[in-house]
T-cell receptor, first 111, second 113 residues
Framework: KQEVTQIPAALSVPEGENLVLNCSFT??????LQWFRQDPGKGLTSLLL?????REQTSGRLNASLDKSSGRSTLYIAASQPGDSATYLC??????????FGTGTSLTVIP | NAGVTQTPKFQVLKTGQSMTLQCAQD?????MYWYRQDPGMGLRLIYY???????DKGEVPNGYNVSRLNKREFSLRLESAAPSQTSVYFC????????????FGEGSRLTVL
């Protein structure tokens, strides 16, 4: 079974700082990897999806990279803002219709 | 564009009662999913439907049943609710293929007393 780990579980940074969130997975045979944001009491909002043939995806201040051989993905957030405070989750899709989620990193951006 | 819509948003049940969570998507997606989210456990798959007319068990199916009513709708039923089923339930959907981005509803918070 695919295991997905996100470390650290919580992170606090001052506003304006660039930061990296980590996601590691145990089986490199993946179909795609997706990053989500979850605000308290809300559903998951898709941020970026990286297909297995891709190395990275970018959307605005967000950049996600994928290294299948090492079982790692990173989400880079540039010039962090208080509105970026949320829990960030990654999900790995090995094949078919199963997705495996990490438990998330809770990010607080301090004004 | 509503995306994935779940009802109800909140529900309180007594042990042994039954209820159905409803989910509908308007993105013409083939696949739909039901997850539960519990503190420290992350998201766990209950059931999924790869396409209209098919359903399959996920990681934690016990105590639940599902119906894929049509391409748009996928419901989750608790026949005899137990306190262990207190959780936040999420419905999600995606289209087929490697680029099939997963979209979630806002969640249904269920408390079983």
């Amino acid at each position: 079974k695919q295991e997905v780990t996100q470390i650290p579980a919580a992170l606090s940074v001052p506003e304006g700082e660039n930061l990296v969130l980590n996601c590691s997975f145990t089986d490199s045979a993946i179909y795609n990897l997706q990053w989500f944001r979850q605000d308290p009491g809300k559903g998951l909002t898709s941020l970026l999806l990286i297909q297995s043939s891709q190395r990275e995806q970018t959307s605005g201040r967000l950049n996600a990279s994928l290294d299948k051989s090492s079982g790692r993905s990173t989400l880079y957030i540039a010039a962090s803002q208080p509105g970026d405070s949320a829990t960030y989750l990654c999900a790995v899709r090995p094949s078919g219709n199963q997705f495996y989620f990490g438990t998330g990193t809770s990010l607080t951006v301090i004004p | 564009n509503a995306g994935v819509t779940q009802t109800p948003k909140f529900q309180v049940l007594k042990t042994g009662q039954s209820m159905t969570l409803q989910c509908a998507q308007d993105m013409n997606h083939n696949s739909m999913y039901w997850y539960r989210q519990d503190p420290g456990m992350g998201l766990r798959l209950i059931y999924y439907s790869a396409s209209e007319g098919t359903t399959d068990k996920g990681e934690v199916p016990n105590g639940y049943n599902v119906s894929r009513l049509n391409k748009r709708e996928f419901s989750l039923r608790l026949e005899s609710a137990a306190p262990s089923q207190t959780s936040v339930y999420f419905c999600a959907s995606n289209r087929l293929g490697e680029a099939g981005e997963l979209f979630f509803g806002e969640g249904s918070r269920l408390t079983v007393l």
